[in-house]
Nanobody, 123 residues
């Protein structure tokens, strides 16, 4: 089984950038697809982006397309979410998760979750 730990969250002004990292331990991370979700206060958890095992394919939500980029380094067992042109509505706790399928935006398809990292974007 794999364990996931997110890092890189913080506070930034609108228009700024952050890079989130998801470090995996345990079973080799390259055997899993990986995804990012976010949850704002009072809202349901929302799909952000996902990446295939090799990193050659990604699936990105329309709300962040063109601003967020997902990548992975399997040698380092790490997945990255580069977030540019951040908006106040991007404020949420961001979660990394592992799955066997990167094409689905459904959280039930993800079997292992990190603890989350807070991202706050001020206007």
């Amino acid at each position: 089984q794999v364990q996931l730990v997110e890092s890189g969250g913080g506070s930034v002004q609108a228009g700024g950038s952050l890079r989130l990292s998801c470090a995996a331990s345990g079973r080799t991370f390259s055997t899993y697809c990986a995804g990012w979700f976010r949850q704002a206060p009072g809202k349901e958890r929302e799909f952000v982006a996902a990446i295939s095992r090799s990193g050659g394919n990604t699936n990105t939500a329309n709300s962040v397309k063109g601003r967020f980029t997902l990548s992975r380094d399997n040698a380092k067992n790490t997945v990255y979410l580069q977030m540019n042109s951040l908006k106040p509505e991007d404020t949420a706790v961001y979660y990394c998760a592992a799955s066997s399928d990167y094409t689905t935006p459904l959280s039930i398809a993800y079997h292992t979750w990190g603890q989350g990292t807070q991202v706050t974007v001020s206007s």
